[in-house]
């Protein structure tokens, strides 16, 4: 009999796919970051507890061009510092990916809120233009002139904060208790230029970045990096304390209730 695909995968199968996501090569990014200081009300106003605001209410872009082996992908992430347990970093809140294959890890592994989107990273000469959009909005975008090289960064470890759930099948709640994760990165930074220009945050009732509005522009940065990534659950969250904010992950907050009609297929 011919091989059924959607049957089990051999031990071997499965240890062979873990030696080759853990053997991949150095996979390096173009984009621009841009940093700016906001509303201090607006920054707490998005952190689900325990997550708590740093001593500057910032916000952080990010929007690149990724050199995947085989096809290009367009990743982006709009995020507010925030602080656990001694431990600074960044919450984002909307990450959009152009393929389906860079959601599936980050939304069920990690708990990213990774959404499909456009991602756009251009230049033409010293002008750079990029942008995220969803649904027809371009709700961020950051424009600006390459007005020169700056010295590379030594190599950094930063912190992303992700909520990890699944809600409940009936609605009510979440199957199984929210985790919160800490997920690190080392960077290395091998290109490193200044831009000066803008950040035009557009209303979108999808994407409402809008809410958290530049106060004062910290810097825009062109940028050539590279990173790994490692995740760990360091808590059990409340789950009553979180659900206000489950409404973040979702375009409709309706939406996951949303299942086929009863007898469907």
Known sequence: MARVRYGAR???EIA???TASAKLPDIWSTGVVA????DPDAVAAVLPPPLKPTGQPLVRVNISK???PGYPLGAGSFAVAAAHDGVEGW???VMPMTHERALTGGREVFGEPKKLGEVVVEREGLVVRATLARHGIAFVEVRGAV???LPLPEPSRKTDFYFKFLPAVD?????TEPVLVHCVRHEKVRRLER???DVVLRESMYDPVADLPVRRLVEITLGEKTSDQRGKVVERVDAQALLPYVHQRYDDPRQILDGPPEGSV
């Open 66 to 68: 990724v050199q995947l």
């Open 171 to 175: 609605g009510s709640g979440f199957d």
């Open 91 to 93: 919450y984002p809140l």
């Open 195 to 197: 831009v000066t220009g």
């Open 35 to 38: 940093l700016w200081e906001s």
């Open 10 to 12: 051999t031990e071997a």
């Open 16 to 18: 062979a796919a873990r």
């Open 147 to 149: 007005t020169g090289r």
